[in-house]
Each structure stands twice: as C-alpha cells, then as structure tokens.
C-alpha cells in the first residue's frame, strides 16, 4: 500500500548499538497517533537492548505500515527481507500489535538479525475490561475509597492502558452508578453539578487524558452508567429521587419527566464534548424498582438511546441483558424478558446512530466465570436460545467473565481459559469482559511490605491473569510457551516452571466453584473458601456440613451427600462424573506437584519471586485443604447415616489434616499480606462479616472456624432413619 507523503510524513528513528555497532531506523506515519506509539515502544525496546540513535541509512530499517487489503482487521505481519523488518497492520491497531510482537521477541533475547516472520490474527473483535471507577460505586465501602488518588493520577491510567495494549485487550469500561457530572455541567441543569467549576476543569481533564490515552494505543472506551440515578444536587433541586440521596443500588425506579430529560442530555452532552469516547453503555436493573421489563426498555429507549441518536457523531453500544423478568430488581429470567429484549436491541441498531454491531452481554455463570468452562447460568437464572436462534446480524452475545473469586493471589490457568474461549465463542459471539463488579485493581493495599518491588498498582501484581485472558482472547492457540518465556523474562531460569506450577496449582478455586452452586458476588469467595448461607445470612469459612449440603454448579460433579447416599445404597455412577473422592484425588496429585515444581526455586535474592511463589504454594496448600476436607466431609456423613466408629475417626482425622493445610496457608500469608479490606460488601449489606471480622479478610482471621470441623465430627451422631 503506497503511503502519500504529504498526508503522512515519514519520521525516521535510529539508533546504534555501542556492543553490536548496529544502527536501527524506523519508518512511521507521523500524523498517526497509534503509529507514533508503536514507534515509540519499539523505540524504548531497542535502546534497552543496546541500540542508539544515528542519522540514516541505517544497518537495520523497520517499517511500519498499515494494508486494510492484504490484511483483515487487528491482524498483523512481521517479515524480514535481508536487514529490513516490515510490521504490517491491518489497522492500525493490528500496526500496533505487530509492534509489540517484535519488541516481545527482542525481550526474549531474539536479535534483529534473527527476526522472526510471522502473521497472527484476532478470533474475538471484542476484548474488554470491566472497571468499576471509584467514585459514585456501586456498593459504598473503604475498600474501594482507598483508589480515590490512584485513580485520579494520570500515571496510573498509562500504565494500566499500556498493560492493555500489550496483552491485546482493546475496550475498556468505565462503571458507576452515575458517571455525567464527572465528566460534564450539564448545559440545561447546571444545578446537578456537585463540583465548583475549577474541580470540574480537573475531572474533564483527568477523563480527556484518559480518552486520548487510550485512542493513541487503538483501545476503545466506554462510560456504563447504571440506572436510574441523579445526583442529590439534582434530586434535591427538583424534588425528585428523595428516597435514594445515598444511591442505594436496588431502590424503586424514578420516571420523572424531569430524569429522562435531564438523562437525555446528559448522553448526548457527553458525547459531543469527549470525541475521544468511543461509546456508551447500558443497564437495566439497579435503580429500576418496581419496573416492568417492557418499562425499563422504554426508559432506557427515551433516554439513553434516544440521547445517542441526537448526539452530533456516531457511537458504539453495549446493552447488558436484563437480569429480572419481573418488578423486582433481582428478578429471574424468562423466555418472554429474552424475546423482548432482542427486538429491543435490534430496534436500537436499526435506528443507525450506532457504530458496528450493538454488544449484548451476559454474565457468564453469574458472577464467577472462574468455575467451569460450561455454561449453567447467567445472572439470574437459565439462559434460553432466544439470543441465539434465529443468530443475529445486528448484535454479538459478550460473556462478562467475572472474577469475584480472587483478589490477593496470583492467578493464571492457561488451559482454562483457553477452554473457556473455544467452547463459548460461537458464531453469535463477539467477545468477552473481564473484570469484576466492585474489585478496583489500582493500589495495591495487600502487600504488607512493598519497598524493593517491581509492582506499583495491584494489576501488575495481576500481570498473568491479563495476559493469559488478553493474549488467548485475541488467539487462543497462543501456545503456553509465550507465557512461559513472560516467567522467564522476569525471573531468569528460576521461571521454566512457574507456568506449569500455576496451572496445576490455580485450578484450586475452579474446581470449589464448580463443586459449589452459586449466584451472585459473596455466594462464594474461592480465595478464601467462603460462601453466604441462604438460610442464616451469614457469610463465613464453609463448613463441612455446607460443603455436604451445598449442590454443584457443575453438572458433571456429585454432591457429598448425593455421594454417599447412592454409594450407602450400593449404587455407582458413571466415569464421567467427578466424585468427591475423585475430586479430592485431583486436587491432592495437581497440588503436590506443583509444590514440588517449586521447592528447589531460590527466591532470597528476588522479592517478587518471593510473592509469586508463595502464591502458587498458598493456592497449592488450599488445594490440599479442600482435599482433606471433601474426605473428611463424606467419612462424615458416611457415619452419620451408617455409624461406624471408624468412619467417624476417619472424619476427624481428614479434618485435621485439613486444619493443617490452612496453617501452612496462614504461615506462607501472614509476612506478605495485610488483613485486607473486603471488596465484595459494604457498611450496609455486610454486617454479618463486620461483625466477625471488621470488614477485613486474612486467612488467620477464619482459623477458628476451620477447627470447628473438627469438633462437628467428634460430637457427630449416627442419624435414625
């Protein structure tokens, strides 16, 4: 594709490697912004590696290049023909990634002269994080206060877009409940203002950066406001929305003329003053009480859709589905909800104020996508085939893969996810979320000391969660071998089996998670093997009578009691179901070795490696936990509906090596770890957890309630029949 020099002027960069005596040049458009990035990262890369500045010709010339006809969308090619490097990109956010593959390979240790050619393209067009932003939150607590500043820093946004590029995601989603008045005065109703004038110019600013950021490195963004919110300057100026000043989530629904106005403009205000802001979002049940779902959808229609038709430039869409079929705000889901819903969206994309399909999400497995690779549920129940049949042509399904299930460690399945992309991403599929509802991954408050670390912000301690989820999102047959090379990178030969060790370790949370039925956000909390009982309110340590009781998410798993009841009766079930002593023989084996992959790893000279380390070992010793505790929990119930003393020593001494297991936890966390506010509840809903515990999480804290185990087992009684 010939480039027109009067539209896009050649830069060129050189540089000169003092220990190889090799200059390098690079070809870029300067009138792009995203050309101007990638040049710049490879820039950065090459001076690293040795390389300097010098006038041209040059020993090595790299071009960067975009070609919309020989290559599809986000696709990219890198080719080495003697010493030129050609990076061509479909667009130029595929220029980009072709960018970042060579200076990957550089990292690597790969030498210019040793180039690699090579040629990848996305599978999924939409690759997004969910960020919940810390103002106006949609629950209200100290965990997530604590990210005002960081948040408000530039420098934080820059490194987490970069984090972004890198590992391929190109959307980021920014949530709360009402996000305008962050963001504009609104022309017609300057009384919603909360903000004198001069802290407003300091907000604009914050989120103009953050868009312009995010526009260089070829990431789109989006504003996902809840609804229906004002602020209380507005409620109060117009006697309006009296009744939820504190912006409680799940309140009745205000339709005022006044709101839809007001909401109206602000959508389209929004829009025309932040060209940079790719699009908006919509949901439809906080702050919608007492509506229909034919009424929430004419809501929405008047106001927010009806605000980004009359905005003066096109836009793109995210419509979450609606989680309630009926008034209530956490209602169950229904055919009918389904098949009004779809003529909603494709009436939305008809209307042609929009930019590409309409993204329609989902909650995959409700609020904990880390469980098994199979879909159960979304967020309030069954998902039937109306989405689907007949497929749409003006919308893609997304999967939100919510992570409320780990916070403080380390994650990183490799295997998983990419089973989780393949089975999930059919033809209706356009890509996926990943994030969680109220976790904000910006300062990092867990690390207990943090001198002498090559972290900041919490994503980073994070950083294989990302990659894995970006990377395999954009090609899921990215094989593990990149992921282990990132291990290497950062740890030298101490790394070959820190991938393989997190792998083996890591399936610890998704394997409670399939074992274990849950909904929303604190039905379960894998990290810290804790669940809301439905009956007393209470969230605490599961115990073994929960774990007994509690059915599996995943159909292929038995439930203990389900177990022992058939076996007692001298049933069996097929192979293909995961038994709890099958499970617990599973864990145990994946657990031990990946205890043994890093028991010779020297971490004294490295404190990172320290953390990372000793997360795979926590992670390992929970697994070895739950293992013991699945033993002891069917030796239990075994007894309870059979007798037998020898069971019921059995139990007691499964239980006791599980309290074991989570005192080896408490040692491994205990130096590294603060007692850590907890995301998922606020002052309000958490009062069971606050008074045990004061809001604050650390596996010590839940000591006594594991022993309790044990004393269950010894006061166990044969049950009569």
Not at 143 to 159: E, I, N, Y
Not at 434 to 461: C, H, M, N, Q
């Amino acid at each position: 594709m010939k480039r027109k020099a009067w539209l896009s002027p050649v830069i060129y960069i050189l540089f000169i490697s003092p220990a190889f005596s090799q200059a390098v040049a690079i070809h870029f458009s300067a009138s792009s912004p995203q050309e101007a990035y990638a040049a710049g990262q490879l820039r950065e890369t090459l001076i690293k590696k040795g390389y300097s500045v010098r006038e041209s010709p040059a020993d090595y010339e790299i071009s960067l290049s975009v070609n919309a006809k020989q290559l599809g969308t986000e696709a990219f090619s890198v080719l080495a023909a003697g010493k030129r490097i050609m990076i061509t990109g479909g667009d130029e956010r595929g220029l980009i990634y072709g960018s970042l593959s060579l200076t990957e390979d550089l990292d690597n240790g790969i030498p210019l002269q040793h180039c690699k050619a090579k040629s990848e393209k996305p599978k999924l067009p939409f690759r997004a994080i969910k960020f919940d932003l810390p103002w106006d939150t949609y629950r209200h607590s100290y965990a997530l206060d604590l990210h005002d500043q960081t948040c408000r820093d530039t420098s934080f946004w820059k490194a987490f877009l970069d984090m972004m590029v890198a590992n391929r995601f190109n959307s980021l989603s920014l949530w709360n409940l009402h996000p305008y008045t962050f963001m504009i005065k609104p022309g017609n109703f300057p009384e919603a203002s909360p903000f004198p004038d001069e802290e407003l110019k300091e907000w604009q600013r914050l989120f103009h950066t953050i868009f312009r950021m995010a526009r260089e490195r070829a990431i789109d963004t989006y504003v996902v406001p809840f609804n229906i919110f004002v602020t209380p300057e507005f409620a109060k100026a117009h006697r309006v929305a009296i009744d939820n000043l504190q912006h409680d989530f799940f309140v009745r629904g205000d339709t005022s003329e006044i709101i839809k106005r007001y909401t109206r403009e602000c959508v389209t205000q929004l829009l025309n003053e932040y060209p940079d802001l790719s699009g908006i979002g919509l949901t439809l049940g906080e702050g919608m009480g007492g509506m229909t779902p034919q009424q929430r959808e004419d809501w929405i229609k008047e106001t927010v859709i009806e605000g980004m038709r009359l905005a003066s430039r096109k836009s793109r869409l995210i419509h979450r589905i609606p989680f309630s079929a009926n008034t209530e705000s956490l209602g169950p889901t229904s055919i009918e909800t389904e098949q009004l819903t779809r003529k909603a969206i494709e009436e939305e994309a008809d209307l042609g104020f929009t930019e590409g399909p309409v993204w329609a999400d989902l909650k995959f497995n409700w609020s904990h996508a880390h469980s098994t690779t199979q879909l159960i549920k979304v967020h309030g129940g069954k998902l039937y085939d109306t989405y689907f049949k007949p497929e749409p042509t003006k919308y893609k399904i997304t999967w939100t893969a919510r992570n409320e299930d780990f916070f403080c460690l380390r994650w990183g399945v490799p295997g998983f996810i990419r089973r989780h992309i393949i089975q999930n991403t059919h033809s209706y599929v356009g890509g996926y979320f990943i994030g969680s509802e109220t976790y904000i991954p910006a300062k990092d408050y867990f690390t207990k000391d943090s001198t002498a670390l090559p972290w900041k912000y919490a994503f980073e301690r994070q950083w294989l969660f990302y990659k894995l989820w970006g990377r395999l999102l954009y090609d899921p047959a990215t094989p593990d071998d990149v992921f282990r090379a990132a291990f290497i990178r950062r740890y030298g030969k101490q790394g070959n089996n820190l991938l393989e060790a997190s792998a083996l370790a890591g399936a610890t949370p998704l394997r409670l998670a399939s074992d274990f039925d849950l909904g929303w956000d604190f039905t379960l909390y894998s990290e810290g093997m804790m669940a809301l009982d439905t009956k007393t309110k209470r969230v605490d340590y599961i115990s073994a009578d929960r774990l007994i009781n509690q059915p599996p998410l995943d159909t292929d798993y038995i439930s203990i009691a389900n177990y022992v009841n058939k076996i007692s009766s001298g049933r069996s079930f097929a192979k293909s179901k995961v038994t709890p002593p099958l499970l617990a023989g599973m864990l145990e084996k994946d657990c031990q070795k990946a205890l043994a992959l890093v028991k010779s790893i020297n971490t004294t000279t490295d404190k990172a490696l320290v953390y990372e380390v000793a997360d795979i070992r926590t992670w390992a010793f929970l697994g070895l936990h739950l293992a013991e505790k699945l033993r002891g929990a069917v030796a239990l119930q075994t007894y309870r509906l059979k007798g037998g003393e020898k069971n019921k020593q059995m139990a007691i001494s499964h239980f006791e090596k599980a309290l074991h297991y989570w005192d080896e936890v408490i040692s491994i966390t205990r130096p590294l770890y603060n007692d850590m506010p907890l995301v998922h509840y606020s002052e309000q809903d958490g009062k069971s957890w606050k008074e045990n515990y004061g809001l604050r999480f650390h596996w010590e804290k839940l000591r006594p309630a594991v022993a309790k185990d044990i004393e269950t087992a010894q006061k166990a009684v044969v049950t009569k029949n």
